[in-house]
C-alpha cells in the first residue's frame, strides 16, 4: 500500500511541476504578475515528502513475505528465512554444537555477531549435502580366475615331473631301491661315477664305504625315494588322462 502510495506522490509532482512552469510562462507573456513566484518553494517541499514516502517504503520492504518478492529500483528484494541459532541448528543436522560450528566455519555456511553462530535454512540444507554419503559405484561382477597354483597341481601331468634328475638317472635310483645292499657305479646298470658323485651331492644317495678297487658304495636315502614316488604319481595321471609317460615309464616295460 505504501509503495503504490509513493507512487502516486511521484505522478502528482510530476504533473504540478508542469502546471507550475505553463501558468509562469503564460503569466511573462500577458504582463501578469506570477502567483507562483515561490513555486521553488512548494516543489521542493513536494520533493521531500516523496523522498520520505520512498524511504518509508524502503523500510517495509525487508519485510515483505516470500510471495510478495518485488523489484524495487532495480534491485530484487528477498524474505529473511528463519534463522537458528548453533544448538537449534545442531539438533535439526543431529550433530553436536561444537561439530555443527566447525563444519559451517570450515565451508563458509554460518554468521556471525559476537560469539553467537547463526544458520540459516540454506546454510542448513548446504550443510546437509556436505554431510551426505556418496553412492558407491557398483562394481561388474567378474569371472574368477582359479589361482595358478590350483591349476598346476591338477594339471602337473600335462609337464615333465617335478624332480631333480633325468630319466637315466630315474632308471639308477629305481635299480638302487631294489637293493638293499649296498653297491658301487659298477654294479648299478648305467651308472657312473659321475652319477654317483651326482646324488651324493643332491642328497639322493649316502656313502657307506668303499670296495676293495676304491669304489664308492651307496645307498639310496628318503629323498631318493620320494624323487621315485614323483614319477610314479605323475606316471599314472598321464596313463589316467590317455597320454603316454614315455620313456620314464622304461621300467613298466620291462616288467610286462
Same mark, same amino acid.
Given at each position: 500500500?505504501?509503495? =503504490?502510495?509513493?507512487?502516486?506522490?511521484?505522478?502528482? =509532482?510530476?504533473?504540478?511541476? $508542469?502546471?507550475?512552469?505553463?501558468?509562469?510562462? %503564460?503569466?511573462?507573456?500577458?504582463?501578469?504578475?506570477?502567483?507562483?513566484?515561490?513555486?521553488?518553494?512548494?516543489?521542493?517541499?513536494?520533493?521531500?515528502?516523496?523522498? =520520505?514516502?520512498?524511504?518509508?517504503?524502503?523500510?517495509?520492504?525487508?519485510?515483505?513475505?516470500?510471495?510478495?518478492? +518485488?523489484?524495487? @529500483?532495480?534491485?530484487?528484494?528477498?524474505?529473511?528465512?528463519?534463522?537458528?541459532? +548453533?544448538?537449534?541448528?545442531?539438533?535439526?543436522?543431529r550433530l553436536s554444537n561444537?561439530?555443527?560450528? $566447525?563444519? +559451517?566455519?570450515?565451508?563458509?555456511?554460518?554468521?556471525?555477531?559476537?560469539?553467537?553462530?547463526?544458520?540459516?535454512?540454506?546454510?542448513?540444507?548446504?550443510?546437509?549435502?556436505?554431510?551426505?554419503?556418496?553412492a558407491k559405484e557398483h562394481?561388474?561382477?567378474?569371472?574368477?580366475?582359479?589361482?595358478?597354483?590350483?591349476?598346476?597341481?591338477?594339471?602337473?601331468?600335462?609337464?615333465?615331473?617335478?624332480?631333480?634328475?633325468?630319466?637315466?638317472?630315474?632308471?639308477?635310483?629305481?635299480?638302487?631301491?631294489?637293493?638293499?645292499?649296498?653297491?658301487?657305479?659298477?654294479?648299478?646298470?648305467?651308472?657312473?661315477?659321475?652319477?654317483?658323485? +651326482?646324488? %651324493?651331492? $643332491?642328497?639322493?644317495?649316502?656313502?657307506?664305504?668303499? @670296495?676293495?678297487?676304491?669304489?664308492?658304495? *651307496?645307498?639310496?636315502?628318503?629323498?631318493?625315494?620320494?624323487?621315485? %614316488?614323483?614319477?610314479?604319481?605323475? *606316471?599314472?595321471?598321464?596313463?589316467?588322462?590317455?597320454?603316454?609317460?614315455?620313456?620314464?615309464?622304461?621300467?613298466?616295460?620291462?616288467?610286462?
Amino acid at each position: 500500500m505504501m509503495r =503504490h502510495l509513493a507512487q502516486a506522490v511521484e505522478r502528482s =509532482h510530476a504533473q504540478f511541476y $508542469k502546471f507550475v512552469k505553463c501558468f509562469n510562462a %503564460l503569466s511573462a507573456f500577458s504582463g501578469l504578475t506570477a502567483p507562483f513566484r515561490d513555486s521553488s518553494f512548494h516543489i521542493a517541499a513536494h520533493q521531500s515528502a516523496c523522498h =520520505h514516502m520512498r524511504r518509508h517504503t524502503h523500510r517495509r520492504s525487508a519485510f515483505v513475505p516470500a510471495a510478495n518478492n +518485488a523489484l524495487l @529500483d532495480g534491485v530484487l528484494v528477498e524474505p529473511l528465512e528463519k534463522i537458528y541459532t +548453533a544448538d537449534e541448528a545442531a539438533e535439526r543436522l543431529r550433530l553436536s554444537n561444537r561439530g555443527v560450528i $566447525k563444519l +559451517a566455519k570450515k565451508h563458509g555456511l554460518c554468521s556471525r555477531v559476537g560469539r553467537n553462530y547463526l544458520f540459516s535454512e540454506r546454510d542448513l540444507l548446504a550443510l546437509w549435502e556436505f554431510i551426505r554419503e556418496p553412492a558407491k559405484e557398483h562394481e561388474p561382477s567378474s569371472v574368477k580366475v582359479a589361482p595358478v597354483r590350483d591349476w598346476m597341481k591338477e594339471n602337473f601331468w600335462r609337464f615333465s615331473p617335478s624332480v631333480s634328475v633325468d630319466r637315466r638317472e630315474m632308471e639308477v635310483l629305481r635299480s638302487l631301491n631294489k637293493q638293499k645292499v649296498p653297491l658301487t657305479h659298477k654294479q648299478i646298470k648305467r651308472a657312473g661315477p659321475r652319477t654317483v658323485d +651326482a646324488f %651324493l651331492g $643332491k642328497g639322493l644317495a649316502t656313502e657307506v664305504g668303499r @670296495d676293495d678297487e676304491g669304489d664308492i658304495k *651307496i645307498v639310496i636315502t628318503q629323498k631318493g625315494r620320494e624323487q621315485i %614316488l614323483v614319477v610314479d604319481r605323475w *606316471i599314472d595321471h598321464r596313463i589316467k588322462h590317455g597320454k603316454s609317460p614315455g620313456s620314464w615309464a622304461r621300467h613298466l616295460k620291462q616288467k610286462t
